[in-house]
């Protein structure tokens, strides 16, 4: 058996086509799905129900994978949401949700997942983050935040865990062009609201996605990590000038940094 790849949020977007992607390369994929029954396309892996946010699930979807191959070789965590709105006026239960799916569901997951991979000495993890986990974003502060602090762990892990032969790095894309925006969850715009360009940033947002790159380059991506014996901490992968943000924000200082993102969203 070839190595076993664990993909979650597999049924649409970069989870796709990463999984369709690395099953082409010989890899054994195992994709996950809230609702794989719904899932009415052929796809030549499996697709295994996994809630991300409920640590049953996780166990169950863990242990289905072992029971059918023996291994987990892979572990690319891909699962994630959007969520906007002006931070005054986000429903709390709301941003304990994003994190939930974003930063603690997948840290459960990488918890299920590494006893096995120590008794291996040997594993890879994926933790798929995002550039604008790099900086505060106007109306995406928490999404934002959950990739940030999702960074954050990744770098504390990979120091934990090297010395078990586990290798773990993250991968930041910029915007590609999927269906991401329609499963964002979306504040509601309020009639007395004083953040007027709120409902002007959510459509500033999804045309930025629209015209964004094809996801194809984040499926290559992640196969060249894994054929890369000496990993980086992190990889950046999108247009120019969203990699250049992060450069940016280092060198220049920080209200020149502000301006220019509040101008590239109109504000």
Request: glycine share 8%; aromatic share 8%; with cysteine.
């Given at each position: 058996?070839?190595?076993?790849?664990?993909v979650?949020g597999?049924?649409?977007?970069?989870?796709?086509?990463?999984?369709?992607?690395?099953?082409?390369?010989?890899?054994?994929?195992?994709?996950?799905?809230?609702?794989?029954?719904?899932?009415?396309k052929?796809?030549?892996?499996?697709?295994?129900?996994?809630?991300?946010?409920?640590?049953?699930?996780?166990?169950?979807?863990?242990?289905?994978?072992?029971?059918?191959?023996?291994?987990?070789d892979?572990?690319?965590?891909?699962?994630?949401?959007?969520?906007?709105?002006p931070?005054?006026e986000?429903?709390?239960?709301?941003?304990?949700?994003?994190?939930?799916?974003?930063?603690?569901?997948?840290?459960?997951?990488?918890?299920?997942?590494?006893?096995?991979?120590?008794?291996?000495?040997?594993?890879?993890?994926?933790?798929?983050?995002?550039?604008?986990?790099?900086?505060?974003?106007?109306?995406?502060?928490?999404?934002?935040?959950?990739?940030?602090?999702?960074m954050?762990?990744?770098?504390?892990?990979?120091?934990?865990?090297?010395?078990?032969?586990?290798?773990?790095?993250?991968?930041a894309?910029?915007?590609?062009?999927t269906?991401?925006?329609?499963?964002?969850?979306?504040?509601?715009?309020?009639?007395?609201s004083?953040?007027?360009?709120?409902?002007?940033?959510?459509?500033t947002?999804?045309?930025?996605?629209?015209?964004?790159?094809?996801?194809?380059?984040?499926?290559?991506?992640?196969?060249?990590?894994?054929?890369?014996?000496?990993?980086k901490?992190?990889?950046?992968?999108?247009?120019?000038?969203?990699?250049?943000?992060?450069?940016?924000k280092k060198?220049?200082?920080?209200?020149?940094?502000?301006?220019?993102?509040?101008?590239h969203?109109?504000?």
């Open positions: 058996m070839g190595k076993v790849v664990l979650t597999a049924s649409s977007g970069l989870g796709l086509e990463s999984a369709l992607y690395l099953t082409k390369k010989g890899y054994v994929v195992f994709g996950t799905s809230r609702n794989p029954d719904n899932f009415k052929s796809v030549p892996f499996r697709l295994i129900k996994l809630e991300i946010t409920d640590l049953t699930s996780i166990k169950t979807c863990v242990s289905k994978i072992l029971s059918l191959s023996g291994k987990i892979v572990l690319i965590n891909n699962a994630g949401v959007g969520i906007t709105g931070l005054e986000l429903n709390s239960e709301k941003v304990v949700e994003n994190f939930s799916t974003n930063c603690f569901g997948p840290l459960n997951l990488i918890q299920a997942v590494l006893p096995h991979m120590r008794k291996q000495q040997s594993g890879t993890i994926i933790n798929v983050t995002s550039i604008g986990g790099y900086m505060g974003l106007p109306f995406r502060g928490v999404f934002s935040a959950s990739k940030s602090a999702f954050t762990m990744t770098e504390s892990l990979r120091m934990e865990v090297k010395e078990f032969g586990i290798k773990v790095c993250t991968l894309p910029g915007d590609y062009a269906d991401v925006a329609s499963r964002r969850y979306h504040s509601p715009v309020l009639k007395n004083p953040y007027k360009k709120y409902a002007k940033g959510i459509k947002m999804d045309e930025h996605v629209d015209k964004g790159n094809p996801p194809i380059e984040i499926a290559k991506a992640i196969y060249n990590i894994l054929n890369n014996s000496n990993l901490v992190h990889y950046r992968v999108g247009a120019i000038l969203q990699k250049l943000s992060i450069f940016l060198i220049l200082p920080s209200q020149i940094f502000e301006r220019l993102i509040m101008n969203y109109k504000l």
